[in-house]
């Protein structure tokens, strides 16, 4: 004669961390100014599929961080200029980043190029210029020369002179 009972049994299972996080994107290309108007360079962003894990991931940047001009979010992978910076910033970076969900470790690279921003305002070499010229002169003729010059290197010290008239433009 056996005896037996039964009873409900809840049973709750836990996943365990076995997969390694990974960047939504292989690399990271991005482009800032010299003189950035914010602070803000670009977000990586990681996923895991482990659902234990899915929030606890953390960012860090493991190499190219040259005179720690970057600083990067540790929980949401924000990148942006630190404000411990100085002086001018190189022409490119190839930041590293790290992301760990406490077992494993994915990497990425961010390369970013800086372009020079328009910083100078064009100058001419004499405040005011004078020139006689002859009623008669024939259209088309020059009357006098300006010039002018913009520090700012490439492009953004390439002049273009116009002369302001609402005559000019009808």
Not at 60 to 70: E, H, K, M, P, R
Not at 148 to 155: I, K, L, Q, R, W
Request: proline share 5%; hydrophobic share 35%.
């Amino acid at each position: 004669n056996k005896h037996f009972t039964t009873a409900p049994l809840h049973i709750i299972l836990q996943d365990l961390n076995d997969n390694p996080p990974y960047f939504v994107q292989k690399s990271y290309d991005c482009t800032i100014f010299d003189q950035p108007s914010s602070s803000y360079v670009v977000k990586v962003m990681a996923s895991d599929p482990d659902p234990c894990s899915e929030g606890n991931l953390q960012y860090s940047i493991v190499g190219g961080n040259i005179d720690q001009v970057f600083h990067v979010n540790q929980q949401t992978g924000l990148i942006s200029l630190s404000s411990r910076r100085t002086g001018q910033l190189q022409h490119a970076y190839i930041l590293n980043i790290s992301v760990s969900d406490g077992v494993f470790t994915a990497f990425t690279q961010v390369s970013l190029s800086v372009k020079s921003s328009n910083n100078h305002t064009p100058m001419f070499t004499r405040q005011l210029y004078r020139s006689t010229i002859l009623e008669n002169l024939g259209k088309g003729m020059i009357v006098t020369m300006v010039t002018a010059f913009d520090e700012d290197p490439g492009t953004n010290g390439m002049l273009t002179y116009t002369i302001p008239s609402d005559e000019m433009q009808q």
